[in-house]
């Protein structure tokens, strides 16, 4: 096999038939397949057996009930499933003109490079089938941010945003990918240096159906785009923010109530450490939790070290309301941004280190520690 065609879909039913009718014109002559990796909930599975039995070339269906990882879950699936190390990436709806794959298969095929993206903003290329001006302007604005982000491995590349993509499969480090929704692309090009070429194409009106555009995906694409950039750590910062803002709110409504703010920063303190440490556990280091030690030691090393760093946190507070006149909102805040690192470099080192499978393993040195803090600090993405 040659080529395989990798086509997630959720609900296109109406797209199916032109879209392999297209892609087998456009790939006549090459050995290449079809593989849908579908997530719908309407008939375009049956639809797309139905279209299977007389196709021109082989046509798969990978119908997911676990539909893990979303769109860019998808992706890798089908990366698993493929006959053939190089897998081109399309949208089931025709925005992607499957005219374009000869050109894209031969630019890979000269051997020079590892992924061959086709975008809207090289030279030619355009976005005309977005839907008005205002997803021209997210658009343009949302690639602008992400290549602000990624310099180095995204500097010779016009459109990370694109579902349209022919790579090696052999240079991806599949097991390594952490989907989260519909940028796949992006997820794969933040992990490692590939060597790229683009090649311009016109992006289409849909065939049929809607866009699946919504402020749903907005969000997913920032969550992934901050995990990508800063890994675990930004996760813990979001929660750590969260925490923060709960701990203030609750000493400004404390003390509006006439609590003395002291007492009004330790119940406050005591609540976000409780929360927080619910939060992390969830969302954080949740791939950790089944080397570390028991939920309760967990607990209790995060408990206690919180309330240690309150004790010490704390009379800086009162320090900083007594001595230098700042408000105790703006005092608690402050000493909160400073106390985030040190809560993150116990956390990874501490609360979720690996049991030891010997008792009479020598102690990690120093530079092992910080190696360490290092890979759990860039995990997923990087910093």
């Not at 190089?86 to 992924?115: A, F, N, T, W, Y």
Request: with cysteine; proline share 4%.
């Amino acid at each position: 096999m040659e080529l395989s065609i990798i086509v997630p879909t959720f609900n296109e039913a109406p797209n199916v038939a032109e879209l392999v009718r297209r892609v087998a014109l456009a790939v006549e002559g090459v050995d290449a397949e079809i593989i849908f990796v579908d997530d719908s909930t309407d008939d375009t599975p049956d639809v797309v057996r139905q279209v299977a039995a007389s196709a021109p070339l082989p046509v798969r269906l990978i119908h997911r009930d676990e539909k893990t990882g979303g769109l860019g879950g998808a992706v890798v699936e089908g990366f698993a499933a493929a006959a053939s190390d190089s897998c081109l990436v399309m949208d089931g709806d025709l925005q992607h003109p499957p005219e374009k794959i000869p050109e894209m298969v031969e630019r890979l095929s000269r051997g020079d490079v590892d992924v061959v993206v086709a975008s809207r903003y090289a030279g030619g290329g355009t976005a005309s089938g977005l839907a008005d001006r205002t997803r021209v302007l997210v658009s343009k604005v949302s690639t602008a941010v992400t290549k602000a982000m990624f310099p180095v491995k995204l500097r010779d590349v016009t459109d990370p945003m694109t579902g349209f993509f022919l790579a090696d499969r052999r240079v991806i480090d599949l097991d390594g990918l952490k989907p989260r929704g519909f940028k796949i692309l992006l997820e794969i090009l933040a992990r490692r240096a590939f060597r790229i070429a683009e090649v311009p194409f016109d992006f289409a009106d849909r065939h049929a159906g809607e866009s699946k555009a919504s402020l749903r995906q907005g969000m997913h694409f920032l969550t992934q785009l901050a995990a990508l950039r800063f890994g675990k750590m930004s996760m813990f910062a979001v929660i750590g923010g969260l925490g923060a803002l709960a701990n203030v709110l609750i000493v400004w409504v404390l003390t509006m109530l006439g609590v003395n703010y002291i007492v009004a920063a330790v119940i406050a303190a005591e609540v976000t450490i409780v929360g927080n440490f619910l939060l992390i556990e969830r969302f954080v280091f949740q791939d950790m939790r089944g080397q570390a030690s028991g939920a309760w030691s967990r607990f209790a090393k995060s408990f206690g070290f919180n309330n240690a760093e309150a004790v010490i946190r704390i009379p800086i507070v009162a320090l900083m309301v007594e001595s230098g006149h700042i408000s105790s909102v703006i005092a608690t805040a402050i000493t909160l941004v400073v106390a985030f690192f040190v809560r993150f470099v116990f956390h990874s080192l501490v609360v979720y280190a690996p049991r030891k499978a010997d008792k009479d393993a020598k102690p990690s040195p120093v530079r092992d520690a910080i190696e360490d803090l290092d890979r759990q600090a860039i995990q997923p993405g990087e910093l």
